[in-house]
């Protein structure tokens, strides 16, 4: 069974631009997590989506948006990318909400 | 507001030493806890989840206990190999399937 994949490995961008970040959850999975690994700042919860729909939001502003597509993926996008939001982006989901998470291999963002 | 802590954030042991590592949560109020290892600029490795209910899970030489009341988890990890290197997370699940993250243990296991 194929885990969550996330795309691309790496994406360099420069302050102001707009990044997309692509996930794909496990077969049968219907919840996806978007989370941010920033240095020195640990894990934080950025998005839930169930079902097509956003059911949570961490505290990150409002540029940082996503949405998910009738087959589950999902796809987070930062517009006005400032140099904080270098870090590593991970992906994840769950069966059912509230259930084990399973993460992916992550994006790593570097804004110049 | 959820808060995670781990302690030790860093842990260096010989080879085949059991060891322990903490977890401590502020809200007893939490869904299920799961603890994870984290390989260097890699993604999170699921190791054990616990419900709420539940007061330990076992995989291999891995066993994890919760303990709701006192706001605590331990990882306890037996007969310790340099292949376990690495960062361990705890991670709380307060509701509305959100992840409250400690900022880790690193752990060293020399040969």
């Known amino acids: 069974e194929a885990g969550v994949t996330q795309s691309p490995t790496h994406l360099i961008k420069t302050r102001g631009q707009q990044a997309t970040l692509r996930c794909s959850p496990i077969s049968g999975h219907t919840s996806v997590y978007w989370y941010q690994q920033a240095l020195g700042l640990g894990l934080q919860f950025l998005l839930w989506y169930d079902e097509g729909e956003e059911r949570n939001r961490g505290n990150f502003p409002p540029r940082f948006s996503g949405r998910q597509f009738p087959n589950y993926s999902s796809e987070l996008n930062v517009n006005a990318l400032e140099l904080e939001d270098s870090a590593l982006y991970l992906c994840?989901?769950?069966?059912?909400?509230?259930?084990?998470?399973?993460f992916g291999p992550g994006t790593r963002l570097t804004v110049t | 507001k959820q808060e995670v802590t781990q302690i030790p954030a860093a842990l260096s042991v010989p080879e085949g030493e059991n060891l322990v590592l903490n977890c401590s949560f502020t809200?007893?109020?939490?869904?299920?806890l799961q603890w994870f290892r984290q390989d260097p600029g890699k993604g999170l490795t699921s190791l054990l989840l616990?419900?709420?209910?539940?007061r330990e899970q076992t995989s291999g030489r891995l066993n994890a206990s919760l303990d709701k009341s006192s706001g605590r988890s331990t990882l306890y990890i037996a007969a310790s190999q340099p292949g376990d290197s690495a960062t361990y997370l705890c991670a709380a699940n307060s509701g509305y399937s959100t992840l409250t993250f400690g900022k880790g243990t690193m752990l060293l296991v020399s040969p």
């Open positions: 616990i419900q709420s209910s539940q």
């Open positions: 809200d007893s109020a939490i869904y299920n």
């Open positions: 994840a989901s769950s069966l059912v909400p509230n259930y084990e998470q399973y």
